[in-house]
């Protein structure tokens, strides 16, 4: 019995040593991090709910949340304003071509095309396409820049980025009654700054190429700031999107 129990013991040890042996040759292998999953951050106020009742032209998504342009507009502010100022101008727009030719039309193909005497076309589409020009003008980036090329027509025709800024200013806090203030280069290649009155725009006055407008309609500014329009315009100066100003030259 003694002896028995001497032999079971051994194959014990002779069992744990070798597995012992066998933990020491193992492979580490590295375990795959768990996949992380961007969730796309959507506004409380419904922005991505924004959409035509029915024509070809739908709401052109803003590149920011409502929230993420606090600094600028309050949010609900900026809801109003493109959730149903700039909705209803795209919803009249899509009525106003409705069984005409300007159906198939591109937007500026519309604004280049409408008769003097077609009103409501002519309106509308000056709105819905000058909204969607002043979204794309601003970021809520506040480190963009003008590029190489944009800076030097920038000190060829004002003289340096902060003459530029100030005569922004200036132009808007003295411009009177609903429009829109665009930086353009006209048709000798110069930079310049140009207001249009009501919905009128670059393309319907022949005026030259679009970069950056800022809108100076009240109901931009007026729910936010009151009657300070110079308040607004320095304000959102820091916001104007500069990357978008240089894509817009290098497009020919």
Known sequence: ???IKLLFAFVFLTVLAFSCGKQNERIE?????RETFIVEKKSILGQEKVKTKQGPFDM????FQYEELESLFKPEDLALHYGVIHL???NRLNTAIHGTSYVTDSLPGILTKVMPTQNEIANVAGAYYN????WNSLTKNTTTNPNTTLSALISSNFGSYNNLKAEI????????GSGWLWLLVDHHHNLVLATTVNNE????QKLGKPLLVIDLWEHAYLPSYKNDKEKYIKTLLPHLNWEF????????
Do not use: C, G, W
């Open 131 to 134: 909204h969607n020009f002043f």
């Open 1 to 3: 019995m003694k002896n």
């Open 169 to 176: 200013l200036r132009i808007a806090v003295e411009f009177e």
């Open 201 to 204: 725009n670059p393309i319907t």
């Open 29 to 33: 292998v590295e375990i795959p991090k």
């Open 245 to 252: 100003a240089n894509l817009r030259l290098e497009n020919k």
């Open 60 to 63: 052109q998504a803003l590149s």
């Open 88 to 90: 209803d101008y795209a």
